[in-house]
C-alpha cells in the first residue's frame, strides 16, 4: 500500500510540474512578465507555500524555531539538492540577469540572514526588515520586467497566452504539487519505517533523508520539468526565488508574529554550510554560462556530504 501511495504521488507530483510550468510560461504572456522573474516570483512562491504555512503554524503554536530549521534545511536542499539533480538530468544555460540580480540578491539575503540570527534571535523590528526588502525587490523586478517583455510583445516575438487558461493551469499546477509531495512523502515513510524496523536513530534518519527529499520534491519536478521544456529561466528562477521567499517571507513574516530563537548549533553549523552553498554556487555560475552535468554531480555531493555529517554528528561520532 505505501509503494502505491508513494507511486501515485509521484505520478500527480509529475502531472502537477506539467500543468505548472505551462501555466507559468502562458501566465508570463499574458502579464507581459519574462518566464524568469515567474519563476522567481509566482513559481517560486507557490512552491514554497508549505514552508511559510507550517513556519506560521510553529510560531502560533509556540514553537517558532522550527521555522529557521526548516528554511535553512530547504535551502540547502534547494541549491544542492534540486539544482544538483536537476542538472544532471537535463544541463541548463544561466541568464544573465540570474548572475547580476537574482543570485546576488540571493547571497544578500542570506548573510542578512546570518547576521540577523548570530545574536540567537531574530526580532520582530527585524522581521519587518526582511519583509520590506522583498516587497521592494519583487515590486522592480516585476516593473522592470514588464517594461523589457512588453517591447517584444509589442514587436510580435512574443505571443499572448489567455489570462484564464493560464491561472488555472497554475491552480492545477500547485494543488498537484502539493498533494503530490504529501502523498509520497507518506508511502516513502511507510516504506522507510519497514526497512529501518529496530533501528534507534530511525526517525533522525528517515527525517534527514525521506522527509528532507520529499519536501524538497514540489520545487525537484517544477525545476526538472521547466529544464525538459526548455524554460531554464522558470527552472533556476524558482529555486533561487524560492531561497530569498524562504528568509524574507518565511522568516519575515514568522519573526514578526513572534521572536524566532536560533541556537548557536545551527548558527555555527547549519547557517554556516548554507552560506557554504551559496558560495559553491557563486563559483559554479562564474564558470561559464552553462550548469552542466559535472557542476550537478558537485552540487549533490555537497548535499550528500551535509546529510553525512548530520547522521554522524546524532551518533555522537562528532
Not at 510540474?17 to 507581459?32: C, D, P, Y
Not at 539538492?81 to 546576488?104: C, H, M, S
Not at 497566452?161 to 504529501?182: H, I, M, N, Q, R
Not at 521567499?245 to 548558527?267: A, C, Q, W
Request: glycine share 10%; net charge neutral; charged share 15%.
Amino acid at each position: 500500500m505505501d509503494f502505491l501511495i508513494l507511486l501515485v504521488g509521484l505520478v500527480v507530483l509529475v502531472i502537477g510540474g506539467e500543468f505548472l510550468v505551462k501555466g507559468a510560461v502562458g501566465f508570463s504572456q499574458a502579464m507581459k512578465i519574462s518566464p524568469l522573474v515567474i519563476g522567481m516570483t509566482v513559481v517560486a512562491f507557490g512552491t514554497s507555500a508549505p514552508e511559510l504555512i507550517v513556519s506560521l503554524q510553529s510560531a502560533i503554536g509556540g514553537n517558532p524555531g522550527i521555522a529557521v530549521g526548516n528554511v535553512v534545511g530547504s535551502n540547502i536542499a534547494n541549491i544542492a539538492l534540486v539544482l544538483g539533480v536537476t542538472v544532471v538530468i537535463f544541463p541548463i544555460l544561466v541568464d544573465k540577469q540570474t548572475t547580476r540580480v537574482d543570485f546576488p540578491m540571493m547571497m544578500l539575503s542570506t548573510l542578512l540572514f546570518f547576521y540577523f540570527a548570530s545574536d540567537g534571535e531574530l526580532s520582530f523590528i527585524e522581521g519587518v526588515i526582511l519583509f520590506t526588502i522583498v516587497v521592494v525587490f519583487t515590486t522592480l523586478l516585476i516593473i522592470n520586467s514588464r517594461k523589457k517583455t512588453k517591447k517584444k510583445q509589442d514587436s510580435g516575438e512574443l505571443k499572448k497566452e489567455p489570462f484564464w487558461k493560464s491561472t488555472v493551469f497554475l491552480g492545477l499546477g500547485f494543488l498537484g504539487l502539493y498533494f503530490g509531495a504529501d502523498w509520497f512523502i507518506n508511502g516513502a515513510v511507510g516504506i522507510a519505517n519497514i526497512f529501518l524496523e529496530g533501528n534507534p536513530d530511525k526517525d533522525t534518519i528517515i527525517g534527514v533523508t525521506v522527509v528532507a527529499f520529499g519536501t524538497s520534491a514540489p520545487e525537484l519536478v517544477a525545476s526538472c520539468v521547466a529544464a525538459y521544456r526548455k524554460e531554464t529561466d522558470i527552472s533556476v528562477g524558482n529555486l533561487i526565488g524560492s531561497n530569498i521567499f524562504n528568509i524574507l517571507v518565511v522568516l519575515g513574516l514568522t519573526s514578526m508574529v513572534t521572536p524566532i530563537e536560533v541556537t548557536t548549533d545551527v548558527v555555527e553549523f547549519d547557517m554556516i554550510y548554507m552560506i557554504g552553498i551559496a558560495v559553491l554556487l557563486m563559483f559554479i555560475l562564474a564558470i561559464g554560462k552553462k550548469i552542466g552535468r559535472l557542476k550537478g554531480v558537485i552540487l549533490l555531493l555537497s548535499y550528500i556530504a551535509y546529510i553525512t555529517i548530520i547522521l554522524f554528528r546524532v551518533k555522537g561520532v562528532i
